[in-house]
């Protein structure tokens, strides 16, 4: 066998024990996430819209308040930080954010939310003391948005788009709330 067959059979040898090891030590890597990974796009003319998060499920806990602590930051979702990315410049309430990619964080209440864009990109949401990562100094844009009762109770927390009514808003809903982000 010639040297490089030789070396690419002992590459894959060691990353095979690599995967074996990890997987029987450490987290399974081909077990389902517990809070899978997702992105939303949102594309208008010109206008293209992201968000990539984690959805954690409620698993008949309480969220809000609880599992979800009131007046703290919320890295609104599990895991990574979230992050939005807007290739236009927008108006979120009496604010502009300009183009480009964001951290999205959360401060939610019973009646209220306070939602926040960072400027700066956090790889993961919270240090090793589960604390939220974000820097108020790096926030381009705060709004306060109310808190909306429904029905249904939504299992995994879920964030979208919504522009049915020619109103482009983000939403995020999990349990039995809903909050709207007015973008313009």
Same mark, same amino acid.
């Given at each position: *066998?010639?040297?490089?067959?030789?070396?690419?059979?002992?590459?894959?040898?060691?990353?095979?024990?690599?995967?074996?090891? $990890?997987? $029987?030590?450490?987290?399974?890597?081909?077990?389902?996430?517990?809070?899978?990974?997702?992105?939303?796009?949102?594309?208008?003319?010109?206008?293209?819209?992201?968000?990539?998060?984690? /959805?954690?499920?409620?698993?008949?806990?309480?969220?809000?308040?609880?599992?979800?602590?009131?007046?703290?930051?919320? /890295?609104?979702?599990?895991?990574?930080?979230?992050?939005?990315?807007?290739?236009?410049?927008?108006?979120?309430?009496?604010?502009?954010?300009?183009?480009?990619?964001?951290?999205?964080? @959360?401060?939610?209440?019973?009646?209220?939310?306070?939602?926040?864009?960072?400027?700066?990109?956090? /790889?993961?949401?919270?240090?090793?003391?589960?604390?939220?990562?974000?820097?108020?100094?790096?926030?381009?844009?705060?709004?306060?948005?109310?808190?909306?009762?429904?029905?249904?109770?939504?299992?995994?927390? @879920?964030?979208?788009?919504?522009?049915? @009514?020619?109103?482009?808003?983000?939403? *995020?809903?999990?349990?039995?709330?809903?909050?709207?982000?007015?973008?313009?």
């Amino acid at each position: *066998m010639n040297t490089f067959l030789k070396q690419i059979m002992t590459i894959l040898l060691v990353v095979a024990v690599g995967m074996f090891t $990890y997987s $029987y030590f450490g987290n399974d890597i081909f077990a389902k996430r517990l809070s899978p990974k997702d992105t939303i796009e949102f594309k208008l003319n010109d206008l293209k819209l992201k968000v990539f998060y984690n /959805r954690p499920s409620k698993k008949g806990r309480h969220v809000f308040g609880a599992l979800v602590p009131f007046n703290k930051v919320w /890295r609104t979702g599990a895991n990574e930080a979230t992050t939005f990315e807007t290739n236009k410049p927008l108006k979120i309430g009496n604010d502009s954010l300009q183009a480009g990619k964001y951290t999205l964080w @959360t401060i939610p209440n019973d009646t209220i939310w306070n939602v926040i864009f960072n400027k700066k990109l956090y /790889r993961w949401g919270v240090d090793m003391e589960m604390k939220p990562m974000r820097e108020p100094a790096f926030d381009a844009v705060n709004i306060l948005v109310s808190v909306e009762q429904i029905k249904n109770t939504v299992e995994q927390f @879920t964030i979208s788009f919504d522009n049915s @009514t020619d109103n482009l808003s983000l939403t *995020m809903a999990w349990d039995d709330i809903k909050v709207n982000v007015p973008l313009k």
